[in-house]
C-alpha cells in the first residue's frame, strides 16, 4: 500500500470514531439520570394546623400541607421526659399523631414542611393538651387482693398498651424490693403471684409504660392465705358415672388429667367419631378431702396448631363434692354436686377466633389458671362438665390439672 493511501485510512478511522464518540455522548445527555435528583436549598412553605383532637395521653393534629411540588412530609417534634419524638406524616395524609403523655397538661409541639431535598420550613408551634394519660388511667382501674399462696392483681388497658406492672415489698429494713413484673397489652390484664407467705406484707405497685411514664405507687396491705398443692399421687378414676364421657382409648384415658406432664401429646380425649365429648362429664376421686382455692387446666399445646384450638376446652364447668351417693351413681344428675367455678379460657389478647399472640401463648402454655367460689364447699370429687371447645366440634381434650387448696384429710 502506497504511504498516501495508508495515512488516508488512517484520517478515515479516526474521523469515524471520533463521529461515533459525538454521537454516543449526544445519546446520554438525552438518556434519563439515574440516582438523587438535584436537590435545591429553598424551604418549602409551613403547614397551617386547622384542627387538634385531644385525647388519653395523646392528641390529633390535623393540617393543611403547602402547595409545594416536592414536598415529602409534615413531622412533629416534641419531647417526653427529655427524649425527643419525631413522627412523620405523609402529604397524602391531613393529620398526625403525638403520643405518650404522662399527664395531663400542656405540652408544646413544633410542626415541619420538609422536602425531597431534606430543607425545613420554619417551625410552627402549638400547645396539646392530652387528657388523662393510659398509664393514670389503668393505674385508677388497679386492684389488689389476698389469694390463697399470694395476691391477685387486676386492670383495665381499654387501649391495650403494652406495659408493665412492677410489684413490690418491702424488705427487712423498710426498702422497697422488686418481686414481680407483668409484662403485658391485654384489654383486660390479670396478675397472680404465689408461693407467698401467710403473714400480713406492704404491697406497693407501679405501672410504667414505653414511654417511660410512671404511675403512682399504689401501697396496700395483705395477708395471703394458706394453701397447697394437692398430692396427685392420691387421684384415683371412678366408675364412669351417666352421661360421663367415654376415653378415646387407653392412652388417652382420665389419669392423663393427673399424670403430671403438661406439654405431651397424649391426654385426656374423648372419641373422634360417635359419641361427643362436648356435653359430656369427666369425673374423678382427688383422694383427700380440701377446701379448693385454684386450678389451672393445661391444654394440649404440643403441636402449635392445638394452641387455643383444635379441641382443647374453651368453657367448661367444674362441681364437687365430699361423697358420691348410690342415687348420684344411678342418675348421673347434678343433684348433690356444688358449684366450683364456671372458667371461659383466658385469652390475654381477647383476639376473637381461634387468633393468638405469643403473651397468649406463653400464658396458655403456663396452665390457665381460675379462682375457686370463696363460698364453695370443701370437696373430694371433681366432676367437670365440657361445653365448648375452641375449633366448635364435638371432641374434648384436657392436658392436665392441678389443683390447690387446704387439705383436710386424706384418704389413700
Avoid at 409484662?183 to 408461693?195: F, N, P, Q, V
Wanted: proline share 4%; hydrophobic share 35%; aromatic share 10%.
Amino acid at each position: 500500500m502506497k504511504t498516501s493511501e495508508f495515512l488516508f485510512s488512517i484520517r478515515k478511522g479516526a474521523g469515524v470514531l471520533l463521529t461515533f464518540l459525538i454521537l454516543l455522548s449526544t445519546g446520554c445527555k438525552d438518556d434519563t439520570k439515574l440516582g438523587l435528583s438535584s436537590q435545591d436549598g429553598t424551604p418549602p412553605g409551613p403547614p397551617v394546623v386547622t384542627d387538634i383532637k385531644n385525647m388519653n395521653g395523646a392528641a390529633i393534629i390535623y393540617f393543611q400541607a403547602p402547595s409545594d411540588n416536592d414536598l415529602l412530609c409534615v413531622t412533629a417534634s416534641y419531647e417526653i421526659n427529655g427524649v425527643e419524638y419525631t413522627t412523620k406524616s405523609s402529604v397524602y395524609n391531613d393529620q398526625l399523631k403525638v403520643q405518650g403523655f404522662g399527664k395531663k397538661g400542656d405540652y408544646t409541639v413544633f410542626l415541619r414542611s420538609v422536602d425531597k431535598s431534606g430543607n425545613e420550613s420554619e417551625p410552627v408551634e402549638i400547645t396539646v393538651n392530652p387528657l388523662e394519660s393510659p398509664v393514670e388511667l389503668i393505674y385508677e382501674s388497679m386492684d389488689v387482693v389476698s389469694g390463697f399462696g399470694g395476691l391477685r392483681l387486676t386492670w383495665e388497658n381499654a387501649d391495650e398498651n403494652n406495659i408493665i406492672v412492677s410489684v413490690f415489698v418491702k424488705d427487712s429494713i423498710g426498702d422497697w424490693i422488686n418481686l414481680e413484673n407483668f409484662y403485658s397489652s391485654a384489654k383486660t390484664g390479670l396478675g397472680t403471684i404465689r408461693g407467698m407467705d401467710t403473714l400480713s406484707v406492704s404491697v406497693g405497685v407501679t405501672i410504667r409504660d414505653r414511654w417511660d411514664n410512671y404511675s403512682e405507687m399504689l401501697v396496700t396491705t395483705q395477708k395471703p392465705l394458706f394453701e397447697e398443692q394437692l398430692v396427685k399421687s392420691r387421684f384415683r378414676a371412678i366408675t364412669k358415672l351417666p352421661n360421663d364421657a367415654t376415653p378415646l382409648n387407653d392412652s388417652y384415658t382420665y389419669y392423663r388429667i393427673w399424670d403430671g406432664i403438661t406439654s405431651a401429646t397424649e391426654c385426656f380425649h374423648t372419641p373422634t367419631s360417635g359419641e361427643p365429648g362436648i356435653g359430656k362429664f369427666v369425673t374423678f376421686d382427688m383422694g383427700q378431702l380440701a377446701k379448693l382455692s385454684r386450678f389451672k387446666m393445661w391444654q394440649r399445646t404440643a403441636n402449635s396448631t392445638f394452641i387455643y384450638n383444635h379441641n382443647n376446652l374453651k368453657h367448661y364447668i367444674v362441681y364437687g363434692c365430699q361423697e358420691i351417693t348410690t342415687e348420684m351413681r344411678a342418675t348421673g344428675s347434678l343433684d348433690g354436686w356444688d358449684l366450683i367455678c364456671e372458667a371461659h379460657c383466658y385469652k390475654p389478647s381477647g383476639l376473637p377466633g381461634t387468633d393468638y399472640t405469643s403473651e397468649d401463648e406463653e400464658y396458655i402454655k403456663g396452665g390457665d389458671e381460675h379462682e375457686v367460689l370463696l363460698e364453695a364447699p370443701a370437696v373430694r370429687y371433681i366432676r367437670i362438665h365440657m361445653l365448648e371447645n375452641w375449633s366448635g366440634g364435638t371432641i374434648a381434650q384436657i392436658a392436665e390439672m392441678t389443683f390447690w387448696g387446704q387439705i383436710l384429710e386424706n384418704y389413700y
